[in-house]
């Protein structure tokens, strides 16, 4: 059955590929995003596809999100992907940051409850906070450091009260699901100093610079192309029911490669995906609060969705080598 589904951040890393997806399925979509981190260029071939519509505006505001629906002329489902990421931003523009995270999401249920659509949060692992117990379960605690400290759970805690958020939403009858991609990387993403890992180390290769990994490089993450994790947003925001036949409102579903590497290994493995182009690793810096092991359980996603991560790290990397090589 086709959906009319809004997208907000549908110009960013994980949202344009959602829309891609969602319109390869052949529902009617509208991307709204105000170019903060998303880019235009993103969307520009999606364009004069005959159901897609991008609208520049703010998720914090009605009016703009409303214009989405006047689109569509009714929406089921909104995919609310809108965000400020980035480890840079979360110590620099923590105001804002909180900002876009809780007021945005306030502003997008809001008028999913309006227009009696599904709402899919994208939350983050960042929302289980300081938790030391791995794997993270998608009931794991969640575990902040005093405000104090420094800066970087911005945006980890307000994903946490955006779930918060979420779950009263729920419980006041909306049909609402949270999912949280641990370490998305591909082509797309972010790759200067206020993007992600990956993108960044890439980005040094590209410019023929040593790559920076931070403290020892001995902290571990999961790290899960965007193929998979855009699979498993589809699913969250499709399915009805689950495959066991359990409801799905309201329920969390980590979406994670089960491959722990450290960064160091990271490095290593993208020199070695780059061959002849392999530059220096370079040791040092980081940001406080960044945390040492980050390891998903995602069997929610696995016994309700049928969602598991199939790439492995070595073939997820050779595809965004392959795509950064072809993308202007």
Same mark, same amino acid.
């Given at each position: ?123 983050? !692992? ?8 791995? !794997? ?36 006041? %009858? ?6 949280? !991609? ?16 990956? %993108?960044?180390?890439?980005?040094? &290769? ?25 699979? %498993? ?61 980050? &390891? ?12 598991? +991560? ?15 090589? +072809?993308?202007?």
């Amino acid at each position: 059955m086709t959906q009319r589904v809004v997208v907000t951040g549908g110009a960013g890393f994980i949202g344009v590929s959602l829309v891609e997806r969602l319109l390869n399925e052949g529902h009617r979509v509208v991307a709204i995003d105000n170019l903060f981190r998303g880019r235009k260029a993103h969307v520009e071939h999606l364009v004069p596809h005959e159901h897609f519509t991008f609208v520049e505006g703010d998720v914090t505001s009605p009016a703009d999100l409303q214009a989405c629906h006047e689109v569509l002329g009714s929406v089921d489902l909104v995919h609310h992907l809108a965000a400020i990421n980035g480890t840079k931003w979360f110590h620099e523009e923590a105001r804002q940051v909180i900002d876009v995270n809780i007021n945005g999401t306030l502003c997008a249920l809001t008028k999913a409850e309006e227009w009696g659509a599904r709402f899919v949060l994208a939350s983050s !692992p960042e929302a289980f906070g300081d938790e030391v117990s791995m !794997p993270l379960m998608e009931t794991s605690s969640s575990v902040f450091p005093p405000a104090s400290a420094h800066q970087r759970f911005s945006y980890g805690a307000s994903k946490y009260l955006d779930e918060v958020a979420v779950h009263h939403a729920v419980r006041s %009858g909306l049909d609402a699901r949270i999912v949280r !991609p641990f370490n998305a990387y591909g082509h797309r993403m972010v790759g200067d100093a206020y993007g992600q890992v990956v %993108g960044m180390m890439f980005s040094a &290769v590209q410019q023929q610079q040593p790559m920076l990994v931070h403290g020892t490089g001995e902290q571990t993450r999961c790290f899960t192309h965007i193929s998979d994790i855009v699979e %498993g947003f589809y699913l969250a925001g499709k399915m009805d029911k689950g495959l066991d036949g359990t409801n799905l409102s309201g329920v969390e579903f980590n979406l994670g490669s089960e491959e722990e590497t450290t960064v160091l290994s990271l490095a290593n493995a993208i020199n070695d995906t780059v061959g002849s182009q392999a530059v220096d690793i370079v040791l040092g810096g980081g940001y406080p609060g960044d945390s040492q092991r980050r &390891v998903p359980d995602c069997k929610s996603a696995c016994e309700r969705l049928g969602w598991s +991560s199939r790439l492995t790290l070595s073939e997820g990397l050779a595809l965004m080598w392959a795509n950064l090589q +072809s993308t202007p």
